[in-house]
């Protein structure tokens, strides 16, 4: 065991000293081939082709919908949005362009109805929440025991064009607001639209407020990259002109002998292709000839490496154990499990201990009802012998009633009778007196008679 122990300690250094040692260099005698690695990794990235996706963000008629159409020379299908939305929503659409041999799948992000409610509290949720939803679909995807990450349809947003309205003399509070909260989730380029309707002075005015409150507010925008030597001078010069100040056009007006994209005005019109008419021309050299790359790369390795970063910490993930020794992941799944476990073990007790507590709570109230139901019970019955006691008592008055007036009507009715009985006797008797009467002369004059006789 110590011989094994000590030639185990010796190859430790030993891997250790050839860590420390530099790396050597060597010449070729001859041509190897590897030369053609980059060839080779842009043929293969022209074939699979690339993404792009722009999320517009900007009050309801601020153009932008024509600034993408000029930038990309072409018309999108999109619906005309009015400002009578309830809430915010994101409308996205996804096209297939092409331009030579490069294939570009573009995908477009209209926010539909920002900045028309009245109460702007809730405007920019449902855009964090969509930015954040794709950075879970691809975290997802990147979790996947079997994932393919080179054929998923990535859907991250690598640029949002913030659109402001030229009406004010500075930013409104919806606006710093909004890049504030979107600035570590997604690259922010602020535009002026519809810059013609200013002067060169007041534009020029509008710009430099517009970097000083973000300056002063802490919103992070994106910085073009000056580090490379063949774009660091032109980005260097567009870094000097943000925020851009932009006019879009799909209108074709004929300037002298050229057909040029313009806005016609009765006192002229504006071309958009012309530097000293508006900043298209650099925009479109930012946003699609020399720092494409660049977005999907900062997307990539700052926004979502952050987002990402973020969540894996959530879900108690970590690089290195209290000692900065390497980590097992095994290891942590199986912490992580049984810290996961003893959490839902806690919550159950806790659950369970709820429940009792709950169903003590409901026997004593029950309880309480229960006895209260008793004396409501008796205080009822009670109630109800008193009536009966006192139905009885006033039925046997009703009887007796009953009876003594049963009493008076045999009475009565006796009485009723004699006088009846009386009253026929009496006729009775005055006719036998009548006749009796009527028969006396008769008498007489038979006992005349019988005198005379």
Not at 141 to 154: A, G, P, Q, T, V
Not at 169 to 188: G, P, R, Y
Not at 234 to 240: K, Q, T, V
Not at 420 to 429: E, F, V
């Amino acid at each position: 065991m110590k011989a094994d122990y000590y030639s185990w300690t010796q190859t430790l250094e030993m891997m250790a000293a050839d860590e420390n040692e530099e790396m050597r260099s060597l010449e070729l005698s001859g041509q190897v081939g590897f030369n053609s690695l980059p060839h080779q990794v842009v043929r293969k990235l022209v074939a699979q082709g690339f993404c792009f996706n722009i999320l517009c963000v900007g009050e309801t008629g601020i153009g932008k919908s024509t600034l993408i159409n000029t930038l990309f020379n072409t018309t999108f299908e999109n619906e005309e949005a009015d400002h009578y939305e309830q809430e915010v929503k994101l409308r996205s659409q996804t096209y297939e362009l092409q331009e030579h041999t490069v294939k570009l799948k573009l995908t477009i992000v209209h926010t539909v109805g920002f900045g028309d409610q009245i109460n702007k509290d809730e405007s920019c949720k449902p855009i964090l929440d969509y930015i954040e939803a794709q950075f879970e679909k691809y975290l997802e995807e990147e979790l996947k025991i079997k994932r393919s990450l080179s054929n998923y349809d990535d859907t991250r947003v690598h640029i949002c064009l913030y659109f402001i309205a030229p009406t004010g003399h500075t930013l409104k509070s919806l606006d710093l607001v909004t890049m504030k909260k979107l600035d570590s989730k997604v690259n922010i380029i602020p535009v002026i639209a519809k810059a013609d309707i200013m002067s060169k002075t007041d534009l020029g005015n509008l710009k430099k407020k517009i970097m000083n409150e973000l300056q002063s507010y802490g919103v992070q925008i994106y910085q073009f990259p000056n580090e490379d030597e063949e774009v660091g001078e032109i980005n260097s010069s567009l870094n000097a002109r943000l925020p851009f100040a932009v006019v879009g056009s799909t209108e074709d007006v004929k300037i002298g002998n050229r057909v040029v994209k313009a806005r016609s005005y009765p006192w002229g019109a504006v071309q958009v292709e012309n530097e000293e008419h508006c900043d298209f021309v650099h925009l479109r050299e930012m946003l699609l000839r020399v720092n494409m790359d660049d977005l999907r790369e900062q997307t990539h390795s700052h926004h979502y490496e952050l987002y990402r970063r973020c969540k894996l910490q959530e879900m108690g993930f970590k690089d290195t154990d209290p000692d900065s020794q390497s980590f097992s992941l095994q290891e942590m799944y199986e912490a992580k499990r049984r810290e996961f476990l003893k959490e839902l073990q806690h919550r159950e007790e806790s659950m369970r201990q709820m429940f009792v507590n709950k169903v003590k709570e409901t026997e004593a109230e029950l309880k309480e009802k229960e006895k209260e139901l008793h004396e409501r019970f008796e205080v009822l019955k009670r109630m109800h012998q008193e009536e009966k006691r006192n139905l009885e008592e006033k039925r046997r008055e009703l009887e007796e009633e009953m009876n003594a007036f049963n009493r008076r009507k045999v009475a009565a009715e006796t009485l009723m009778g004699q006088a009846l009985q009386g009253c026929s006797q009496q006729p009775l008797k005055k006719e036998k007196d009548k006749k009796n009467f009527f028969s006396l002369p008769s008498a007489c004059s038979l006992s005349s008679g019988r005198n005379l006789n």
